[in-house]
Each structure stands twice: as structure tokens, then as C-alpha cells.
């Protein structure tokens, strides 16, 4: 039985109800559904866009700001943002003023120009870390950082916390399983043995992190500040300060990844909490959503870094490869576009409404499953929260995960988009944007407060 305390029966009823719903109220969503199938694998450009809680992928026509628009011609409100590509809403002004301003003046050259240089600047300043390179995806940010460490540390092991996800980075893909370090189920075509080189421990459990770092083989942590791809799960208080200590004492480096977390304030949880990592990595929103992710790090690790290079340069004869690349990494267009973003987007005025505007959905959330009696717990970390099927929130990963009732949290998706607002897949997590205003913040809860009114007033939809 779930955590939920809602009945199987009562969520099937109202999931067939609503998945018919979808299916009649959005032809030209099927019609593009259908066609997609004999052109895109599974009918969609990347395959987990078919994972959604809609019994057929939902096309979008269009985003601004807060909202998007399907191809019928319904409008939504945005709380997923992309799973926070779009943190600080869709095409922001100066962003769409970057596009254009960069569009006639050549989009790659494997060159920098000036861009690049206010970019370093400008990230060193807001996150505190003096030095800086750029990649494509966080993914690919987290990756090379992984190589650095090992290079500078001279160690292969990597640990991560358990229900981690830092992009499709092999290190990352594993899971702690009775004690032990297993791949990520699901896996597909792996070849290597991922748990040779990478370690799992539980996350807030201090004991067990002294623990896997003692051998002496740990190369790096690579955590974000928070838990935020399992549901999300808070830091205990002192945890991460003591990750920083016992990482030092280890001669472990410390990865921070902001990626999510960047939703927090202006320089992420790094600055917000006074965390000192050797690394920091972020991707996705940096640049307002075009296609980039950067990397910083402290004076000592560059200087390690350099020294690394010059060791693969000899080792190579001038003619080695870093295994660290990616052609359009840096590139013009993305450039200017991380500019823009950090000049101009990301202030300390929209942090302080998208701040603003995810504690009042905090509050009408945990207020309305009170007035419904639900047993369910709300966790909030800057723009994000996200309500969780267990009564406390959860401490670690595999609490995150026994709270899991899939098919109720696809009903409540489905029910939200039935209705024209989205949150984010695969959990229950909602971000606000600069753009999201008090009222959508209101229809949101009003929307699921009905969603919850139809359910439970289901013959025993409530299970003791
Ligand atoms: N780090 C974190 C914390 C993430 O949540 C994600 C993606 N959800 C990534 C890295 C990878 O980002 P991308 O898929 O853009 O490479």
C-alpha cells in the first residue's frame, strides 16, 4: 500500500475519465501524435517526451513568460518551466533581444569575443568562484568536471548521494541497494561496470559518508545542495558543512551541481548557505534557455588544472585529446545569451517575486491538504516546491522514493492539464518564473483542490 492513502480504484476511475478527456478535447495534439509516428522514434523527438501523465504527447505552439499555448489553442500555466530550462520564464525579453542582436553576427567560430570575457566576470562575481569554462549542457559541465577532479586528485573513485541525478553521466547512474553501490535500473546498452568507480551513500547520513571516503580513493563528491530529482530533500542542518569539512580531511574535492538549485537566489545555494565547493556546475537556465551550462572553480583547482594539462601535453606529445570538448561549446550565440541572461535576467528583483510567489503556493498547499485531511508533506527550496505522499518530509533518497504513488500523481498531472496548467513530470514539483503571477498561483491550488474534491469523493477512495 502507498503512503498516499488514496485507494487504486478511486485513481483508475477518474485517471480513464480524464486520459478520454484529454484525447477529445485535443485533436490536433492527436493528429500530430499520429503523424510523429512514422517519422520520430516512439513519435516524439526524444523518447521521454512520452512519459508524460497525457495519454498522447501534448504539442506546444508557442511559450511566453508564464504560459505556453498548445496546438488547439489552449493556454497554460507554466509551473514545470522545462524542468527549469526556462527558470525565469519563456523567451525572456532580453533574451529574445540577445537571439536577435546575435543572429546576422555569426553564431560559431571556435573562437571567444569580448562575450566571453564579461561572462567570466560576471560569474565570478555573482558566485564567488574566480574561475570559469563553458559547455553545452550541465550534463557535459558535470562530466568534465569529473575528469578534472580525477586528473588533479589522482584518484578514479566518484561518490554521489543516493537518488542523485546530475545528467547522463555514467558515474552518476547508480543507486545504493542493501548497502551497496548497483546501476540505475533501466539502463539501456550499458557496457561498463559502473559501480568499479563510483560510490553511493544515503543522503544526510554523515556516518556513512566518513565511512566511503576513508579508503582515501574518493576522488570527488559531485551532490546538489538539496536532493531535488527523487522529489526534493532538504539538508539537514550542518549536513552539507560537514560534507565540506570531512571532504577536506579526505583530500576529496567537492562538486556542487546548482542546475536546480540555481532556483534558490541570485549565486544558487553556494552563496545563500556559504558553501565552499572546489567546483561549482550549472547548465540549463544559465543562459535563459538557449543551449549552455558553465563550470567555476577556486584559484588552487585552476591552478591544478593548468597543471594537468601541461602533464596530458607532455604524456601526448602536443597531440593528445583532454577527452573534454564539444564543438559548439562556448559558441557566439550562447554566449551572448549567458550575458544577457546574467545582466539583465537574473536580478535580484525576479528572485525576490519568484520567491515571493512559491511560498504563497507553499502555504495554500500545505493548507489544502489539511482541509482535506491528506497525510501529504510539502518541501520548499527557493522558486521550487513540491508536495510529496508521506506525512513528513522526506530525509533521504529512499524515503523520497517509498513515497512514490505513480499512477495518483499522473491522475493529479493529468487533471492539472486537463485544465490548462502544467507541473513538472515524474514528481510532484512546481517552480514560479518572474512572470507567474498571484492568480495563477491561486488557480493552481483551486484546480487541485478540485481535483482532490472529485477524488476523494469516490466511494472509498480514502484507505485508512
Ligand atoms: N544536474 C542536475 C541537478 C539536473 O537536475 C540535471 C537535469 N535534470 C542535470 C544536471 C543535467 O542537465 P542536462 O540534461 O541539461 O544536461
Request: charged fraction near 20%; proline fraction near 5%.
Amino acid at each position: 500500500m502507498s503512503h498516499s492513502g488514496i485507494a487504486e480504484h478511486a485513481v483508475e476511475a477518474l485517471s480513464a475519465r480524464e486520459r478520454q478527456r484529454f484525447l477529445e478535447h485535443n485533436p490536433q495534439s492527436v493528429a500530430l501524435a499520429e503523424r510523429a509516428r512514422h517519422s520520430l522514434f516512439g513519435g516524439v523527438p526524444m523518447h521521454w517526451m512520452s512519459d508524460w501523465s497525457t495519454p498522447l504527447p501534448l504539442f506546444v505552439a508557442s511559450a511566453a513568460g508564464a504560459r505556453f499555448r498548445d496546438v488547439d489553442g489552449h493556454e497554460y500555466l507554466d509551473f514545470c518551466l522545462g524542468d527549469t530550462g526556462s527558470m525565469f520564464g519563456h523567451s525572456p525579453a532580453p533574451i529574445a533581444a540577445a537571439l536577435r542582436e546575435q543572429a546576422g553576427n555569426g553564431l560559431t567560430t571556435m573562437l571567444p569575443g569580448e562575450d566571453a570575457v564579461v561572462c567570466g566576470e560576471r560569474l565570478a562575481e555573482r558566485f564567488g568562484l574566480p574561475y570559469w569554462q563553458v559547455a553545452t549542457t550541465a550534463t557535459d559541465a558535470n562530466r568534465f568536471v569529473l575528469r578534472w577532479a580525477r586528473a588533479i586528485t589522482g584518484r578514479k573513485v566518484i561518490l554521489v548521494f543516493d537518488g542523485c541525478y546530475h545528467g547522463t553521466v555514467d558515474e552518476t547512474l547508480v543507486r545504493l541497494r542493501d548497502g551497496h553501490t548497483v546501476h540505475r535500473p533501466g539502463l539501456i546498452g550499458q557496457a561498463r561496470n559502473l559501480t568499479q568507480h563510483s560510490r553511493v551513500v544515503t543522503f544526510n547520513d554523515l556516518a556513512a559518508l566518513e565511512a566511503a571516503l576513508a579508503p582515501g580513493d574518493v576522488a570527488a563528491i559531485l551532490c546538489e545542495p538539496a536532493l531535488t530529482n527523487i522529489g526534493m530533500v532538504l539538508p539537514e542542518p550542518g549536513f552539507l558543512a560537514r560534507v565540506r569539512e570531512l571532504s577536506r580531511q579526505a583530500g576529496t574535492l567537492l562538486i556542487v551541481d546548482e542546475t536546480h538549485t540555481l532556483s534558490t537566489g541570485p549565486g544558487g545555494c553556494t552563496r545563500a548557505w556559504q558553501l565552499q565547493p572546489d567546483f561549482l556546475t550549472v547548465g540549463k537556465a544559465i543562459a535563459g534557455g538557449v543551449p549552455c551550462a558553465v563550470y567555476g572553480c577556486t584559484a588552487e583547482m585552476a591552478q591544478a588544472m593548468h597543471l594537468a594539462r601541461a602533464h596530458s601535453r607532455e604524456m601526448a606529445e602536443g597531440h593528445g585529446h583532454s577527452g573534454m570538448g564539444t564543438t559548439l561549446s562556448a559558441n557566439a550565440l550562447a554566449m551572448h545569451c549567458l550575458r544577457a541572461n546574467l545582466e539583465q535576467v537574473m536580478s535580484d528583483a525576479a528572485y525576490a517575486h519568484m520567491l515571493a510567489r512559491a511560498a504563497e503556493l507553499a502555504a495554500g498547499l500545505r493548507a489544502l491538504f489539511a482541509r482535506h485531511a491528506l497525510p501529504w508533506s510539502v518541501t520548499e527550496l527557493g522558486a521550487r516546491c513540491e508536495f510529496q505522499f508521506c506525512p513528513a518530509p522526506p530525509k533521504t533518497g529512499a524515503e523520497a522514493e517509498a513515497a512514490f504513488h505513480d499512477s495518483l500523481q499522473m491522475l493529479l498531472h493529468l487533471y492539472l492539464i486537463n485544465r490548462g496548467i502544467l507541473i513538472t513530470p515524474f514528481h510532484n514539483m512546481t517552480l514560479c518564473c518572474p512572470d507567474t503571477g498571484a492568480a495563477d498561483v491561486e488557480r493552481l491550488l483551486a484546480t487541485l483542490d478540485a481535483a482532490l474534491g472529485e477524488l476523494l469523493a469516490i466511494p472509498g477512495a480514502r484507505q485508512a
